[in-house]
């Protein structure tokens, strides 16, 4: 089995036209972030490999989401999830090494948003519909795939078994 979590970065100051690549967070996204990596903890869903994109307001989720887990776990940038289309995510996720069968990634809509529906194919419905009709900052997709190796995560596979925001969690 394999274990996809796919979080949308927390929500950034405004883009102004100039300047996206380093927009940092603002302080409810901060909170938004930090409610989610607690949340990802207490129900004992944290990933042997954290991957985000290399733009700061992600850099800067994924450190507070990973602050509050008890245990240190490896995480790189992946330069790749910056402005990445659902194609490109989709060989990301494909390509992600076997030895860790649940990943963390933390990048950007659209493209977030469109994988996660590409790949689910079973949940609850309730769940399949909010993530379909919108995916907020900080929101997060558990998808989990009854495969052996990533490479055959393929589109519909996957169940989603949890979506939840940063109002589903208390943040």
Known sequence: MR???????????????RGDYERALIERGRRDAAAIGAYVGEIGLIPDLVIYSDAARTRETASIV????????????????????????????????????????????PGVADLANHLAGDGAKSDMLRMASKFPTSGLAVLEFDVNRWRDAAPGAARLTRFATPDDVGG
């Open 66 to 109: 990973m602050a509050g887990w008890p245990r240190r776990i490896e995480a790189r940038a992946e330069p790749g999830l910056y402005e990445a289309t659902r194609p490109a995510l989709q060989a990301i996720v494909r390509a992600l090494p076997d030895a860790a069968p649940s990943v963390m990634l933390v990048g950007h809509n």
């Open 3 to 17: 274990r996809l979590l796919l979080l949308r970065h927390a929500k950034a100051i405004p883009f102004t036209g």
